[in-house]
């Protein structure tokens, strides 16, 4: 027995193995034992009583494993444990209340098991740093009556059952991490002015109210905020333009989306020079968009869909040339596609649908080569499909449908190689279907349905062998369905048929469009 053995045993080292079985209850008997690593492992059944005669343990870690049942009331005895990791196993049971007496404890991970009841009072663990609950079935609320540490530094308490309003916090000068995400808390957003270095804070999820406070621009370490699914109104701040100033920082991540949030885009907000991602979608914003934003260099997804957003495109946001997600659909954006948007050539999405956009697509942005989706139907675009467009080799979606495009479908858009979803419906296109469009071979949704696409339909077509969607009604085809077209049912086609003959030729009918292909003479 290992107890027998090393009497003199202070740290045992047994984690990231395959180790099975139950933890030992003779174990108990390494009274000099100060460090015990068994994390990472495959171990069973429930944690000892016994261990609570482990009077010089200061690290235990039992993480990632199997473990059950319930939290020891009498480890409350580790009075000299500095860390406890239990997270990631299958423990039920509540936190006892007599872990209160752990007095020296810094680190409490518990997170990612199957815990419930409420939080006991933690007042007297005044050196606890790290507080990590997150992901189990805890209740009640975050008391405002017991004092929490003003040594912590992290709090994780994301994916509970918690309720009631935001603790004061007033005090916790070193708190820098604090996770709050996907519980029922209400109410409105603390000051918390004492928390200065709090860099991620993150309480999506709830059904917070009331504004955002303007003394949280104060927050110049923060680098991710997080208050989005919430139900937050009022206006964006203007001093949260010093949110993650601070020299140190090299980005800053916000995100307010789908909250009541109105108002304007604040102009200060061009000074958050270090903003990576920044999302705004679904909430009730309005105004124009800033041409000071031209500033945001270091932005890589910028999302503002679902608001009330007006006035046009800024030409200056060409400056924005590390953005790779660009979202600013479902708005009352009006104007042209500016051409100096050719600039963003790292964009691989942007989406400017269901605005009230004009004007011509701008030959220019076949530069954009990143772009793997490219979104700009229900507008009310003119002019022709530019040619150059089939630059966009690495293109995967292209949705031009419900706009005012005329001219003829470009030959040159055969080198759309990596194109699964084109769809060009819902416009004034016509001309005949290009031959060389076979070459798409990735399409398996085509929709060219409602407009003045005339001619033959090309036998050549049956080789983009992964259609599943071929949509060209309300067109002037005419002609025999080609026999070769037939092949598509054979190949995940199966949606379209609709297993009839279309009269008087008997052609299986495959297509979704009103049938012209057939002579009645």
């Given at each position: 027995?290992?107890?027998?053995?090393f009497?003199?045993?202070?740290?045992?080292?047994?984690?990231?193995?395959?180790?099975?079985?139950?933890?030992?209850?003779?174990?108990?008997?390494?009274?000099?034992?100060?460090?015990?690593?068994?994390?990472?492992?495959?171990?069973?059944?429930?944690?000892?009583?016994?261990?609570?005669?482990?009077?010089?343990?200061?690290?235990?870690?039992?993480?990632?494993?199997?473990?059950?049942?319930?939290?020891?009331?009498?480890?409350?005895?580790?009075?000299?444990?500095?860390?406890?990791?239990?997270?990631?196993?299958?423990?039920?049971?509540?936190?006892?209340?007599?872990?209160?007496?752990?007095?020296?404890?810094?680190?409490?991970?518990?997170?990612?098991?199957q815990?419930?009841?409420?939080?006991?009072?933690?007042?007297?663990?005044?050196?606890?740093?790290?507080?990590?609950?997150?992901?189990?079935?805890?209740?009640?609320?975050?008391?405002?009556?017991?004092?929490?540490?003003?040594?912590?530094?992290?709090?994780?308490?994301?994916?509970?059952?918690?309720?009631?309003?935001?603790?004061?916090?007033?005090?916790?000068?070193?708190?820098?991490?604090?996770?709050?995400?996907?519980?029922?808390?209400?109410g409105?957003?603390?000051?918390?002015?004492?928390?200065?270095?709090?860099?991620?804070?993150t309480?999506?999820?709830?059904?917070?109210?009331?504004?955002?406070?303007?003394?949280?621009?104060?927050?110049t370490?923060?680098?991710?905020?997080?208050?989005?699914?919430?139900?937050?109104?009022?206006i964006?701040?203007?001093?949260?333009?010093?949110?993650?100033?601070?020299?140190?920082l090299?980005?800053?991540?916000?995100?307010?989306?789908?909250?009541?949030?109105?108002?304007?885009?604040?102009?200060s907000?061009?000074?958050?020079?270090k903003?990576?991602?920044?999302?705004?979608?679904?909430?009730?914003?309005?105004?124009?968009l800033?041409?000071?934003?031209?500033?945001?260099?270091?932005?890589?997804?910028?999302?503002?869909?679902?608001?009330?957003?007006?006035?046009?495109?800024?030409?200056?946001?060409?400056?924005?040339?590390?953005?790779?997600?660009?979202?600013?659909?479902?708005?009352?954006l009006?104007?042209?596609?500016?051409?100096?948007?050719?600039?963003?050539?790292?964009?691989?999405?942007?989406?400017?649908?269901?605005?009230r956009?004009?004007?011509?697509?701008?030959?220019?942005?076949?530069?954009?080569?990143?772009?793997?989706?490219?979104?700009?139907?229900?507008?009310?675009?003119?002019?022709?499909?530019p040619?150059?467009?089939?630059?966009?080799?690495?293109?995967?979606?292209?949705?031009?449908?419900?706009?005012?495009?005329?001219?003829?479908?470009?030959?040159?858009?055969?080198?759309?190689?990596?194109?699964?979803?084109?769809?060009?419906?819902?416009n004034?296109?016509?001309?005949?279907?290009?031959?060389?469009?076979k070459?798409?071979?990735?399409?398996?949704?085509?929709?060219?349905?409602?407009?003045?696409?005339?001619?033959?339909?090309?036998?050549?077509?049956?080789?983009?062998?992964?259609?599943?969607?071929?949509?060209?009604?309300?067109?002037?085809?005419?002609?025999?369905?080609?026999?070769?077209?037939?092949?598509?049912?054979?190949?995940?086609?199966?949606?379209?048929?609709?297993?009839?003959?279309?009269?008087?030729?008997?052609?299986p009918?495959?297509?979704?469009?009103?049938?012209?292909?057939?002579?009645?003479?």
């Amino acid at each position: 027995m290992i107890e027998q053995i090393f009497v003199q045993l202070q740290v045992l080292g047994l984690n990231s193995n395959q180790l099975v079985g139950a933890l030992p209850e003779t174990w108990s008997n390494l009274t000099n034992l100060a460090g015990l690593y068994l994390g990472n492992n495959q171990l069973k059944g429930k944690l000892p009583e016994s261990w609570g005669n482990f009077s010089s343990l200061s690290y235990l870690d039992i993480s990632i494993n199997k473990l059950t049942g319930a939290l020891p009331n009498n480890w409350d005895a580790f009075n000299q444990l500095l860390y406890l990791d239990a997270s990631v196993n299958n423990i039920t049971s509540t936190i006892p209340g007599s872990w209160s007496n752990l007095t020296q404890l810094q680190v409490l991970s518990l997170s990612k098991n199957q815990l419930m009841g409420t939080l006991p009072d933690l007042s007297n663990l005044t050196n606890l740093q790290s507080l990590l609950l997150g992901n189990n079935h805890l209740t009640g609320s975050l008391s405002q009556t017991w004092t929490w540490s003003t040594n912590l530094t992290r709090v994780e308490l994301q994916e509970n059952l918690l309720v009631g309003t935001l603790p004061n916090w007033a005090g916790l000068t070193q708190l820098l991490w604090a996770n709050l995400t996907q519980n029922q808390l209400v109410g409105t957003l603390p000051d918390w002015s004492d928390c200065t270095l709090l860099r991620f804070l993150t309480m999506s999820g709830n059904k917070l109210s009331g504004s955002l406070p303007s003394s949280w621009g104060d927050f110049t370490q923060m680098a991710t905020l997080d208050l989005s699914r919430n139900r937050l109104v009022g206006i964006l701040p203007e001093s949260w333009g010093k949110l993650g100033s601070v020299p140190i920082l090299e980005t800053l991540t916000v995100d307010l989306s789908e909250n009541l949030l109105i108002g304007t885009l604040p102009h200060s907000w061009a000074d958050l020079t270090k903003m990576y991602s920044l999302n705004l979608h679904q909430n009730m914003l309005v105004g124009t968009l800033p041409d000071s934003w031209k500033h945001l260099t270091s932005l890589v997804g910028l999302s503002m869909r679902d608001n009330q957003l007006t006035g046009s495109l800024p030409k200056t946001w060409s400056n924005l040339t590390n953005l790779q997600e660009l979202d600013m659909s479902t708005n009352q954006l009006v104007g042209d596609l500016p051409e100096t948007w050719s600039s963003l050539v790292s964009l691989r999405g942007l989406g400017l649908q269901a605005n009230r956009l004009f004007g011509s697509l701008p030959s220019s942005w076949s530069n954009m080569q990143n772009l793997l989706s490219l979104a700009l139907y229900s507008n009310q675009l003119m002019g022709t499909l530019p040619p150059s467009w089939s630059e966009l080799v690495n293109l995967s979606l292209l949705g031009l449908h419900e706009n005012r495009l005329e001219g003829t479908l470009p030959e040159e858009w055969s080198k759309f190689t990596s194109l699964y979803d084109m769809s060009l419906g819902y416009n004034a296109l016509e001309g005949t279907l290009p031959d060389s469009w076979k070459l798409n071979k990735e399409l398996q949704y085509v929709n060219l349905a409602y407009n003045r696409l005339q001619g033959s339909l090309p036998p050549s077509w049956s080789s983009l062998s992964k259609v599943t969607h071929f949509l060209l009604s309300s067109n002037f085809f005419i002609g025999r369905v080609p026999a070769t077209w037939s092949n598509w049912s054979e190949v995940g086609a199966q949606p379209l048929l609709t297993y009839g003959s279309c009269l008087p030729c008997l052609t299986p009918c495959f297509l979704i469009f009103d049938c012209r292909l057939c002579s009645l003479d």
